[in-house]
T-cell receptor
Framework: EAGVAQSPRYKIIEKRQSVAFWCNPISGHATLYWYQQILGQGPKLLIQFQNNGVVDDSQLPKDRFSAERLKGVDSTLKIQPAKLEDSAVYLC???????????FGSGTRLTVV | QKEVEQNSGPLSVPEGAIASLNCTYSDRGSQSFFWYRQYSGKSPELIMFIYSNGDKEDGRFTAQLNKASQYVSLLIRDSQPSDSATYLCAVPASRGNNRLAFGKGNQVVVIP
């Protein structure tokens, strides 16, 4: 079974620039999540999709972050404009059902300078 | 109150010893609990899942759930240097939403 694919692995941008991350979940996993993990902290949910609909985006800073999941498969997360405090690892995960937990992708490490 | 808390600092254990990690959760109705291992610079990977009260063993790992006291533990027996990582506890954040809330993690360092 192929895992969750994410790209890019690393990204360095200047503040106020924009950036986009891509995720391809495990085939057949209807639920897709984007988490933000700041160094030394646990992952924090940004947005959850069920197929191509948003289930929970209550912790997404909507003034600068946006996400979409077209056709219920791939997803992109965008930040515009970026702030220094957005420096973190952005993790994509997918699940078939919660009883089996999530599978995480390798993550994108974002550094905003 | 946070949904899940892991409060202890880095844990150093000698090789071959038992490492013990604890996690408390706030939602008394939580039914399932997860432990993830995260190596430095890597993404979390699921190592244990426990649903019912009591213990669940998988190789050198044992998860213990105490619903009355609302805590879940992870024991690592015969600790190896390869167990050096951060261990994240996770619980379903709310019923029906099919998502997990994570603790901040506990770092384990196994000293050869």
């Amino acid at each position: 079974e192929a895992g969750v694919a994410q790209s890019p692995r690393y990204k360095i941008i200047e503040k106020r620039q924009s950036v986009a991350f891509w995720c391809n979940p495990i085939s057949g996993h209807a639920t897709l999540y984007w988490y933000q993990q700041i160094l030394g902290q646990g992952p924090k949910l940004l947005i959850q999709f069920q197929n191509n609909g948003v289930v929970d985006d209550s912790q997404l800073p909507k003034d600068r972050f946006s996400a979409e999941r077209l056709k219920g498969v791939d997803s992109t997360l965008k930040i515009q404009p970026a702030k220094l405090e957005d420096s973190a690892v952005y993790l994509c995960a997918s699940s078939f059902d919660l009883s089996s937990g999530y599978t995480f992708g390798s993550g994108t490490r974002l550094t905003v300078v | 109150q946070k949904e899940v808390e892991q409060n202890s600092g880095p844990l150093s254990v000698p090789e071959g010893a038992i490492a013990s990690l604890n996690c408390t959760y706030s939602d008394r109705g939580s039914q399932s609990f997860f432990w993830y291992r995260q190596y430095s610079g890597k993404s979390p990977e699921l190592i244990m899942f426990i649903y019912s009260n009591g213990d669940k063993e998988d190789g050198r790992f044992t998860a213990q759930l105490n619903k009355a006291s609302q805590y879940v533990s992870l024991l690592i027996r015969d600790s190896q240097p390869s167990d050096s990582a951060t261990y994240l506890c996770a619980v379903p954040a709310s019923r029906g939403n099919n998502r997990l809330a994570f603790g901040k993690g506990n770092q384990v360092v196994v000293i050869p």
